[in-house]
């Protein structure tokens, strides 16, 4: 039986799709050997990696629905902190280092200082999963070893040769953003600004896929129409399509297995 390598893109509330892909997946009998992840695909990515049930993901990543996940700071860079987000992450995995972890992980985050690339493989899971969530503009910037870390996507949307590097044999990219349609219709600054960085990272996110193009054995992206990023309100909703998006792929993914 050959190797599975998940790399689970970002998508910020989108990203919930990853929960439902994963358990599509359990339920066909199929468990990746090695998982990347970046932003919101490195938190859940992270937990899984960790051996938190599903249905636990699943109940935490609900409480992103609480009013007070947004709590302005006066720090300079962002709007908010990811002390929300930090704290639902801490109950579930602790002060859990990569070492520990049940499956392989990795994740990946953006330093501003010198504009490359961070893998993340040893240390705190927690503080590596919440560098890589660190989106731009909503939170202010992870200062770390010398580095301002924000989030992964900016560089490497979905982390797949990562997951190949590992020692994955066949890869399997879940992007949960996709080729998203322009969504607001009266935007503000902010949504402006998302929406423009979007644009951008897109094109970047194309050409990786095809310059891995050899490497990636199924590129995927859940049916979630213009859901927007922040959109926490249809967290279920894009969980119910990472499972659909699992369960027409299982067998071609299973074949690709043997």
């Not at 892909?21 to 919101?40: A, N, Q, V, Y």
């Not at 990543?61 to 860079?77: A, C, Q, S």
């Not at 490359?116 to 202010?140: K, M, R, T, Y």
């Not at 199924?218 to 399509?241: S, Y």
Request: hydrophobic content about 45%; charged content about 25%.
């Amino acid at each position: 039986m050959k190797t599975l390598g998940l790399a689970l893109g970002a998508g910020a509330a989108r990203g919930a799709a990853h929960i439902g892909f994963l358990r599509g997946l359990e339920e066909g009998g199929i468990k990746p050997d090695f998982i990347t992840g970046c932003s919101m695909g490195a938190i859940v990515g992270a937990a899984y990696a960790a051996g938190v049930p599903l249905s636990e993901i699943q109940r935490q990543i609900d409480r992103l629905h609480l009013v007070e996940f947004f709590r302005p700071t006066v720090k300079r860079g962002g709007l908010f902190t990811m002390k929300k987000i930090r704290k639902i992450l801490k109950d579930s995995l602790g002060d859990l280092q990569f070492s520990e972890l049940k499956i392989p992980f990795q994740c990946v985050a953006t330093d501003m200082i010198s504009r490359q690339l961070v893998c993340f493989s040893e240390g705190s899971v927690v503080d590596a999963a919440i560098a890589s969530a660190n989106v731009p503009f909503l939170f202010v910037p992870i200062e770390r070893s010398g580095m301002k870390l924000i989030d992964g996507y900016i560089l490497e949307r979905v982390p797949a040769r990562l997951v190949k590097d590992m020692g994955a044999d066949v890869v399997v990219a879940v992007d949960a953003l996709g080729a998203r349609p322009f969504s607001s219709k009266d935007p503000t600054a902010l949504q402006m600004a998302l929406e423009i960085m979007d644009i951008l990272e897109c094109e970047r996110a194309e050409r990786r896929k095809q310059e891995n193009r050899e490497l990636i054995d199924f590129w995927l992206e859940p049916d979630l129409g213009n859901m927007g990023q922040t959109e926490l309100k249809k967290i279920r909703f894009a969980c119910e399509r990472g499972y659909a998006l699992a369960q027409d792929n299982l067998k071609k993914i299973k074949k690709a297995l043997k």
